[in-house]
């Protein structure tokens, strides 16, 4: 069974960056892999979507902001956070392969 597991989230101020991790236990190779997250008091939301080929689309809010990325040797996807705001605060998910991991807690203060 596949199992995923997030790490990276932390508190930061407003303007600053973090890089989120998603490790998978299984061989993801060029699979589709999510990033969603979840504000309190809202629904979970889809970030981003890295395709097969590399090709990654982007919730509009987070355009030109966030990157996903991945490292198929270590079986690892990446979330690049730069220039946060308030509003990206929450829980984020990774999913893959219809697993869905712990989530790692991103609190940006202003």
């Known amino acids: 069974q596949v199992q995923v597991k997030e790490s990276g989230g932390g508190l930061v101020q407003v303007g600053g960056s973090l890089r989120l991790s998603c490790k998978v236990s299984g061989t993801i190779g060029d699979i589709i892999g999510d990033w969603y997250r979840q504000a309190p008091g809202k629904q979970r939301e889809l970030v981003g979507r890295?395709?097969?080929?590399?090709?990654?689309l982007y919730v509009d809010s987070v355009k030109g902001r966030f990157t996903i990325s991945r490292d198929i040797t270590k079986n690892t996807m990446y979330l690049q956070m730069n220039s946060l705001k308030p509003e990206d605060t929450g829980a984020y998910y990774c999913?893959?392969?219809?697993?869905w991991g712990q989530g790692t807690q991103v609190t940006v203060s202003s």
């Open positions: 890295i395709f097969s080929g590399d090709k990654v």
């Open positions: 999913h893959v392969m219809g697993t």
